[in-house]
Every structure is written in C-alpha cells, then in structure tokens.
C-alpha cells in the first residue's frame, strides 16, 4: 500500500453535520499522515464521537468532504472502508455466548467471500492476535463468562485481527479501571510501533491523551478550537477555553509531558 | 465449526430419516419399516432397479400415494418455518421473534383466506396464486408491525412482540369473519387457518420444494454476516456488513419462507420459536450451525406433530396448529420468563 509521503491518510475539509436542526459538527479542517497518533478532547456534545462516525462512514457529512486516500469517503464500499478502517467503540462488545475465538474472528469478515474463504491465512491471524494479547487459553470460553477488562481485550483482539491501517477509538477505555486503562493504552501502542498503523482516539482522560498522543484535536460545540502537540496544546488557558475549568497545570516528573490537576470550585 | 456441523448434521439426517420411515407407517394400516423402506427406494431413479417388490399393491398405494407426500410435506413446511424463525431471530437480534409471534403467518393467512373466500386461488398464475398473495400479505403485515413497534430508529423487543400480538388476533379475527361469511367454503377456511397437512398430495410439496431450497441457501449464505450482527448493527457495519440490506433480504426471505408454507398448510404457529432455541442450547449460537440443523430439527419436529395430530385421536385429526402450541405456548412462556433477566434483549 504504497501513497506519496506529504498526501495525508485522510483529510478533512470543511465537514458539518446536522440531526435535525442542530449543528453537531460545523466547518472542521482536519488532516492525519499516516503513522499518527490523535488524541480528540473536548466536553460532552462537542461532537467528538460524530466525527468519529463520520470518518467510519456510518454517518455521512451533510457538509463539506472527507477523502480517504485522495479518494472520497462515500466512494468506497462498506467492505472496503471496513479493510482500512477498524473501530473500537466504548461500549465495547455486548455479553454475547459466542466463544472468544470466534468473536475475534469476526475482525476477518471484510477479507472473507460468501463461502466465508479469504486468500489470506486469516486462521494464523486470529491466532497471532489471541497470542499476543494473552487471549489464547481463554479462546473457547463465550464471551459473556468475561470480566470487563477481559472483554475490553476481545474488542482489541477482534480490531487487531482486522489489520486496518487506521484505528478509530470511541472513548474505549470509560468503563475499565485504572490497571485496565494503562493496560490498554500500552496495548494499543505496541500494536501501533510494531504495525505502523494510524491511530484516532476520542479521549475523555485529558493526561492519558497527553501521555500517549503525538497530536490533540480539540473540539468545542461542533467546532475545531485546538490543534497541535500536547505540549503546545495542554496550557492552562487552551483547557479553560475549551472546557469552561480553571485546572492547575503540572508536567509528569518521569518525562515532563504536560498534566492537569482539577481544582476545587470552591474551597 | 465444519466438523462440529458435520457430526450434527449427520447426527440430525439419520434422525430424521428415521423418524419418516416410523411416522409413514404409522396410520390406520399400519405397515412395517423394511416394506416402507422398500417402497420408498424402489421410488428412486438408479437404485429402485435393484429392487424386487414383494409388498401388495395396496400398501404401495397408501405408502407413496398419501402417507409419504403428506410426511414429506411436513418436512418441508417444519424446515422452512424452522429456517424462517432462525433468520428473524438473527436479524431482529430479538430471541422471541418468529414468523407466528410476528403476524407474518397471521398476515399471509389473510390474504389466503380472501382468496379461498372468493375462490380465486388458482386465479390468474395457477397452484402459485396462492403462495405469492400471501407472500405480498405477510410482507406488508411484518412492515406494519414493524412500524408500530418502532420507537425512533430502534425496535424494541417487547413493543415488537406487543405489535406482533396485536396483529395476529386482528387478522386472526378478519379470518375467522370471512369463515363465518362463507357458506361452502367454511370447513375449508376453518381447517386451512388451524393448520393441517391432509389430502394435500404431490403438488403441494412441489410447490414448496423450490421456496424452501432458496430460503435455506439463502440464509444459510448469510449466516457468518448474522454472527456478525450479534454485536449490535453499528459494530456490524464497522467489520464491513451491510446492515440494512441484510436486514430487509432475511427478512423478505423469512417472509418469503412463512408465505410458501402457510398457503400449503395454513398457520402453524411456534416451530421457528421453538426449533432454533433447543438447537441454541444444545449448539450455541453460531448460524453456520443453526441455519441447517433448524431445519433438520424442524423437520423432525413436524412430522412428529403430524403423525400425532393424525393418529392420536384416529379418524377424528386434530388441528395441526393445535399440537404444535401444545408444545410451543409454555415453551414460549419459559422463554419469556428467560428473557426478563436478560434485560437488554441480546440473544441467550
């Protein structure tokens, strides 16, 4: 899969969208290389997850154009869209009875005909996947016998058997505790150094963006109001625009990556 | 999973060869398997000729002329019912849906009744009057309910089968009036919405035959996408399925299946409930499986509930529909009853 170095993976001009009559997402400019990591911030209903829709291509923009590899988004396939982009939503998978094994298989289904064959070993893999994630001894266990944590790690698995070159992530790690979120987070990154892939994370957790996004996205009522490195963009002012808090800023003692400390509205 | 499917599957088609040798000797005569056996073979391009007959002619005559269309009819008509249910299940993500708890059955028996009514069933296209009337009526029942159970762009589980309900015992009653409207015609309105396969011969089966084929290879196509769909219809649609156009081909098939059965042995109510729920527990829940083994399953299931709606109370047959609700209606209880504590209507 060979594109030019300075065209972007995706680009994005002037999008906006509309339930109804109200403007979720209005005139955002945005533009991710490939080999990226995005970090997206902003309050609830700033429209972070509808941009994320709108790049998956299960919503459409009513306004302006997304273009995937110079080539625009509503003109691929679902199954083609689905070989290049993977997404891990927040709710992760449901409690259903299917084995773990097959559920990560699932992640094959774009490269599979209607006979369910792909030329590709997708059999090595899933196994590859459940290996490297630690999966493998719980592969026959349904996947409602599952903790959350352990569930949240199928959701990977099943992406990562997709082999996308973008990765979509929709808050993906609300519901685990702390040990999980670090889990996850240092998961995805491994997955990232070893395979080069693209990564786009809506992110409530503003220091685990910092730690581990090159760029942030900040999206405030439908519109762009940050863009930049965690460095530039993590200032005490930049996160009071955006989020109407007055937080007292800090750099990490180990590698001096900006991080935010709430204060008390009243003391 | 392909070997799992083979055990089964081969597990299932002994059973249910079996299970027609028994229930075709079962009746009035009755008559022993090796002669059943027999006949049937004998029947068979290729190896009849290998068979010398030593059976009276008049045990031929019971055998391939009533006893064994009627079996095989019940096969087919229990396999697609069965195939049909499995498919609204997996579409409709709903575990109680199925072509009787949605109204289909009830809206393809309307428009069947009309034309009984009027006389009009070999009107225009022949023997397939019927079937594609109750076709157009079971889709357009199935839109209905739909629509009545949305509640923005979801559906529900309970206000699906409150709206199913809701249909069923209208149209049930739009029947049972155009039974009592009619002089000549009542027994066989009467008897057509009770469900029954007798004195239907080779035709029937003829027709039903190619509905069903399509339907199984259909659905079981669509099998690994309906896996898929288990995780909720956006998720779905992020691995690369087309979810609304999954959606209306199964359910214009299950509609299509339900239509080909019903206007050969009118409604049947519970098989598509019952069928692939048992075949769950004992499988799990992947289509690959449930697909074919539905079918097998419910054709087994029917000709039992044939031979026994036949011969339980010899002359007198009772009401096909009756015996499969003997079984399904607590069967469907339970389920209900499951179904509470799984409060987000995933599947089982």
């Known amino acids: 899969m060979s594109i030019d170095s300075d065209e972007p993976l995706f680009a994005v001009t002037g999008a906006g969208k509309m339930y109804g009559s109200h403007q979720a997402l209005d005139a955002v400019d945005w533009q991710v290389t490939e080999g990226d990591w995005w970090g997206v911030v902003g309050p609830n209903g700033s429209g972070k997850s509808t941009l994320l829709q709108l790049l998956a291509g299960t919503e459409q923009s009513s306004a302006g154009s997304i273009r995937m590899d110079g080539r625009d988004i509503t003109s691929y396939s679902r199954k083609d869209l689905s070989r290049m982009i993977a997404v891990l939503q927040q709710d992760g998978l449901p409690a259903i009875s299917y084995p773990v094994r097959d559920v990560v298989e699932m992640g094959r289904y774009p490269y599979q005909n209607w006979l369910g064959r792909e030329s590709a070993d997708g059999a090595a893999v899933v196994d590859r996947v459940l290996e490297e994630l630690g999966l493998t001894d719980m592969a026959e266990r349904p996947l409602d016998a599952l903790s959350g944590g352990q569930r949240q790690r199928v959701a990977l698995a099943k992406v990562m058997a997709q082999e996308p070159r973008l990765l979509l992530l929709d808050e993906p790690t609300t519901f685990l505790d702390i040990k999980y979120q670090l889990q996850f987070m240092e998961l995805l990154s491994t997955w990232r150094q070893k395979n080069s892939i693209t990564i786009v994370a809506v992110l409530h957790d503003l220091n685990l963006a910092a730690q581990f996004c090159d760029h942030i996205l900040a999206l405030r009522e439908g519109k762009v109001v940050g863009n930049g490195t965690p460095h530039t963009l993590m200032t005490e002012d930049n996160i009071q625009d955006i989020f109407r808090v007055k937080p007292a800023m800090v750099n990490h003692p180990d590698n001096g990556i900006p991080q935010l400390l709430l204060r008390r509205e009243k003391e | ?348």
């Open chain 2, 1 to 348: 999973m392909s070997k799992k499917l083979a055990v089964y599957a081969s597990a299932g088609i002994a059973l249910l060869v079996l299970t027609v040798l028994i229930c075709t000797g079962i009746g009035s005569v009755s008559l022993p398997i090796r002669d059943i056996a027999g006949i049937l073979l004998h029947h068979l391009p290729w190896v009849g000729d290998w068979i010398t007959p030593d059976w009276s002619a008049a045990a031929e005559q019971i055998i391939w002329k009533v006893r064994f269309p009627r079996v095989l009819l019940a096969v087919l008509v229990g396999a697609s019912l069965a195939i049909a249910g499995a498919g609204f299940q997996g579409v409709l993500r709903n575990p109680l849906a199925d072509p009787f708890t949605l109204g289909v059955s009830s809206g393809a028996s309307v428009g069947a009744a009309f034309l009984i009514f009027f006389g009009l069933q070999y009107a225009l296209i022949g023997i397939w009057t019927l079937p594609l009337v109750a076709f157009l009526t079971g889709v357009l029942t199935l839109w209905f309910v739909m629509s009545l159970a949305r509640e923005g762009r979801k559906i529900p589980t309970h206000s699906l089968i409150l709206a199913g309900v809701v249909m069923q015992s209208f149209l049930g009653a739009v029947v049972s009036f155009l039974s009592t409207m009619s002089k000549q015609t009542i027994n066989e309105i009467i008897y057509w919405t009770m469900g029954s396969l007798a004195l239907r011969g080779w035709s029937y089966t003829a027709i039903l035959f190619p509905y069903f084929m399509l339907g199984l290879i259909f659905l079981w196509s669509r099998a690994r996408s309906l896996n898929v769909l288990a995780l909720g219809e956006r998720q779905a649609a992020h691995i690369g399925v087309g979810v609304d156009r999954l959606k209306l081909s199964v359910l214009a098939v299950g509609t299509l299946l339900t239509a080909g059965a019903v206007s050969v042995s009118g409604v049947i109510g519970f098989v598509g409930l019952v069928i692939p729920h048992m075949l769950r527990l004992l499988v799990g829940p992947d289509y690959r499986l449930l697909v074919p083994l539905s079918a097998i399953g419910g054709a087994i299931f029917m000709v039992w509930a044939d031979t026994i709606a036949r011969s339980l109370l010899a002359p007198t047959e009772i009401p096909l529909g009756v015996v499969t609700a003997f079984v399904g209606a607590p069967f469907f209880a339970y389920l209900l009853h499951r179904n509470k504590k799984l409060q987000k209507g995933m599947m089982p």
